[in-house]
């Protein structure tokens, strides 16, 4: 199946900003959507950020007016652009495929470090 390599995360100041990609091995619009999750250390996985085939968005609250999901179909590519990063951002995020409700397998994801 489609495989999915996260990239971009690092370590950034609070307030600072961070683009995330994932690029897939195989055409993207093939899923019925695209999404971005995260764990945080001692806390379970949770949603971000979602992205349809027709280009329909929603996000978590959480995270709402500061990141912004977006895709090129052409590149293969899911992109999440964070801005005004926060200490509590701080978390492995992994991209993921859903296709009749239900998500594929996860993958090694790309951490994030916000602190000064």
């Known amino acids: 199946q489609v495989q999915l390599v996260e990239s971009g995360g690092g370590l950034v100041q609070p307030g600072g900003s961070l683009r995330l990609s994932c690029a897939a091995s195989g055409s993207i619009a093939s899923f019925d959507a695209m999404a971005w999750y995260r764990q945080a250390p001692g806390k379970s996985r949770e949603f971000v950020a979602l992205i349809t085939n027709g280009g329909r968005t929603n996000c978590a609250d959480s995270v709402k007016g500061r990141f912004t999901i977006s895709r090129d179909n052409d590149e293969n590519t899911v992109y999440l652009q964070m801005n005004s990063l926060k200490p509590e951002d701080t978390a492995v995020y992994y991209c993921?495929?859903?296709?009749?409700?239900?998500?594929?397998?996860w993958g090694q994801g790309t951490q994030v470090t916000v602190s000064s």
């Open positions: 993921n495929r859903i296709y009749r409700g239900r998500v594929g397998s």
